[in-house]
């Protein structure tokens, strides 16, 4: 069984950052990040993969970077220019190579941006 433990969310004001990270405890192929807002359904923010190709949603592109340690099996979401939208918990996720939908999920960390 895979582990992934999220770190880094916290209170910040908005245009401020935060940089999350999470700590898996296998090798995965892609590495990602999803997000819940209050009353929101989870949606997708970014993913990397072991290479190193990565996606992201529209609504973080340009604002969020996402990266990876594929040695310390790790993967970090740096996340500027916050704004009040972007509050809610926030979900590291695992998919595996070939595999169409999330195998893993974190525990979720919350990232609270105050206007």
């Known amino acids: 069984q895979v582990h992934m433990v999220e770190s880094g969310g916290g209170l910040v004001q908005a245009g401020g950052s935060l940089r999350l990270s999470c700590a898996v405890s296998g090798s ?3 590495l990602g990040w999803y997000r819940q807002g209050p009353g929101k359904q989870r949606e997708f923010i ?12 529209g609504s973080v592109k340009g604002r969020f970077t996402i990266s990876r340690d594929n040695a310390k099996n790790t993967v970090h979401l ?5 704004k009040p939208e972007d509050t809610a918990v926030y979900y590291c996720a695992g998919r595996l ?3 169409s939908s999330v195998d893993y999920w974190g525990q979720g960390t919350q990232v609270t941006v105050s206007s």
Do not use: E
């Open 28 to 30: 995965i192929y892609s």
């Open 97 to 99: 190579y070939g595999s």
């Open 78 to 82: 740096q996340m500027n220019t916050l």
């Open 46 to 57: 970014a993913d990397i993969t072991r290479g190193g190709t990565s996606n992201y949603a």
